[in-house]
């Protein structure tokens, strides 16, 4: 009943006039007594002023008693009841005991509440002359102020609902026109649609999200087309091997390879499925890689050690390609908290992208550096390296593979994107620039372990 955006804002609207006219009420009821209890002593003063003067002589003689009768009948008709003092006896029992003292002592009674003959009355003495004459002005304290308060209250209470019911949809049309138009853009994008583009009008949060908006077709315009070009690329580094396998096993099925060539065919065959395996387990280790599930082993590592190690495991590759590579590593072990599979396994992608593009006779150099509070592993080249435009793509998955294909031999794409994820998710920091042999310097920095 409540889930639309104008029927909670009729609702909220209502509830902020109820609100408001609530505070109003209490904050105006005392008030209104204070102001009608004032504005009823001060007339009780005014009249006592003015029977000072029309009973002044009435009471220093005692002639004429008939005129203040007639003069309390007429206060009488107002509820107004005098009380009169000669020589500091009331004419009638009835007052405070106080009361006639001060007047009968020369002062004057200002207004107050006391009671009279049993009731609460409002009392205001007036002192004439000093022989104890005077008299006293008694008047009930106003009454039905809270009556006429909250009977005018309900006009203004009806007044605030109604203006809520009014106000509140046209400001949830107001509000959410705009939200609508968002949800109707949000809709199109989860339909494929990349060409929505929203007007950044309407107040600041509305504005804001409509850039957001934009910017995230923007983003997945982007996403996709980079997403389109990586699958064009994957596919056709799949096809390349699978072609030459094909064709052999035709061969092989027709007989046209006959038994001396049968075992250079298998080598081929066999080659060939092993490119496709990499490519393959690359692929589903970078899948995983995004889907923050790839299982991680922590443990303290010689980083010295481990690259002896993979220098040892690659001398014998690197040597029958033609290539020379040469260790710098520091003559004491370098302790680091990482996962030494998968630091091996960014080695090893690392040295067969070299391995790819670096001509025979070029160096390659696998080295080791130590600046507390870093260590900082390099692996370098004498190929033909990057230019400034293609460091800044170097990790993206299949950028440099694109750039070159047809102008240099080129991979997948795929080694760069799955060092640079796999050193993220270690920690590491891994940065592509130029390297003193000529060629590419890749550099995986790595914090070292504190020694407690």
Aim: glycine fraction near 10%; include cysteine.
């Amino acid at each position: 009943m409540l889930r639309s955006l104008a029927a909670r804002t009729a609702l909220v609207t209502c509830v902020v006039a109820v609100v408001a006219v609530v505070v109003t009420a209490a904050v105006g009821a005392p008030l209104t007594l204070t102001r009608d209890n004032d504005a009823a002593q001060q007339r009780l003063e005014d009249d006592a002023t003015l029977l000072t003067e029309l009973l002044r002589p009435k009471l220093s003689t005692t002639r004429n008693p008939g005129d203040e009768e007639v003069v309390a009948k007429r206060l009488a008709a107002r509820n107004i009841d005098v009380y009169l003092i000669r020589a500091g006896q009331p004419d009638r029992p009835g007052l405070p005991p106080p009361v006639v003292r001060t007047i009968a002592g020369g002062q004057n009674v200002k207004a107050s509440r006391r009671t009279v003959a049993g009731a609460l009355r409002m009392v205001v003495g007036r002192a004439i002359g000093k022989d104890g004459n005077g008299f006293v002005v008694t008047e009930p304290p106003p009454s039905g102020t809270f009556a006429r308060f909250f009977g005018q209250l309900w006009v203004a209470l009806l007044a605030g609902l109604a203006a809520g019911l009014i106000a509140g949809p046209l400001l949830a049309r107001r509000i959410s026109r705009p939200i609508r138009g968002v949800a109707a853009a949000a809709k199109r994008l989860g339909a494929g649609d990349r060409s929505v583009t929203l007007s950044p009008d309407g107040p600041a949060e509305v504005a804001e999200l409509a850039h957001a908006v934009n910017g995230l077709t923007a983003a997945l315009a982007t996403s996709e087309g980079r997403e389109r070009e990586f699958l064009l690329s994957v596919s056709h580094e799949l096809r390349t091997p699978l072609t030459t396998i094909r064709g052999y096993a035709e061969a092989l099925a027709d007989g046209v390879v006959g038994a001396e060539g049968a075992q250079r065919a298998g080598r081929t065959v066999l080659d060939e499925a092993e490119r496709l395996d990499r490519l393959i387990a690359d692929l589903l280790v970078l899948a995983r890689l995004e889907a923050a599930d790839l299982p991680i082993e922590m443990l303290d590592v010689d980083l010295t050690q481990l690259l002896a190690k993979a220098a040892e495991a690659w001398g014998g590759r690197v040597a029958a390609a033609g290539l020379v590579l040469r260790t710098e590593l520091p003559p004491f072990a370098v302790p680091v908290v990482t996962d030494p599979g998968r630091i091996r396994q960014i080695i090893d992608g690392l040295l067969e992208n070299a391995l790819r593009v670096v001509p025979s006779g070029a160096p390659l150099v696998l080295a080791l550096y130590v600046n507390v509070p870093e260590a900082r592993l390099e692996v370098r080249d004498g190929g033909p390296g990057f230019t400034d435009e293609d460091l800044a793509v170097a990790f993206e998955r299949g950028a440099l593979s694109r750039r070159y294909q047809g102008v240099r031999k080129v991979g997948s794409g795929l080694g760069l994107a799955l060092a640079a994820r796999l050193a993220r998710r270690l920690g590491a920091r891994i940065e592509a620039g130029h390297a003193p042999e000529g060629g590419a310097r890749f550099t995986v920095t790595f914090p070292l372990r504190t020694v407690s």
